[in-house]
């Protein structure tokens, strides 16, 4: 049974910086593409970053430059880190292990909270 469980969320000031974590267990992680969502009150949950078992990333435009996401296979863990944060950046934010092209059908974990005050 796959597990993912994210850590590392709080509440910071605009500007400021935080990295969240989220480490799988129950699966082969290696070779898994990971991704990382959000989702904000009466907003749809959107994809922020994603990683390829090789190492490859991408993003969505509003966060090009200020967030990166990466992964340590030893640790079968992958991180957000999130800089110059905005108020806009207030979501919960998911790990999943992607399944395909449906994001029903990822592995998700249980979501932690990021706020950015103003």
């Known amino acids: 049974q796959v597990q993912l469980v994210e850590s590392g969320g709080g509440l910071v000031h605009t500007g400021g910086s935080l990295r969240l974590s989220c480490a799988a267990s129950?699966?082969?992680?290696?070779?898994?593409?990971m991704a990382w969502y959000r989702q904000s009150p009466g907003k749809q949950r959107e994809l922020v970053a994603r990683?390829?078992?090789?190492?490859?990333?991408s993003y969505i435009d509003s966060v090009k430059g200020r967030f990166t996401i990466s992964r340590d296979n030893a640790k079968n863990t992958v991180y957000l880190q999130m800089n110059s944060l905005k108020p806009e950046d207030t979501a919960v934010y998911y790990c999943?292990?992607?399944?395909?092209?449906?994001?029903?059908?990822?592995?998700w974990g249980q979501g932690t909270q990021v706020t950015v005050s103003s």
């Open positions: 999943a292990q992607i399944r395909g092209s449906v994001p029903e059908n990822n592995y």
């Open positions: 990683i390829g078992s090789g190492g490859s990333a």
């Open positions: 129950g699966t082969i992680f290696s070779i898994a593409a």
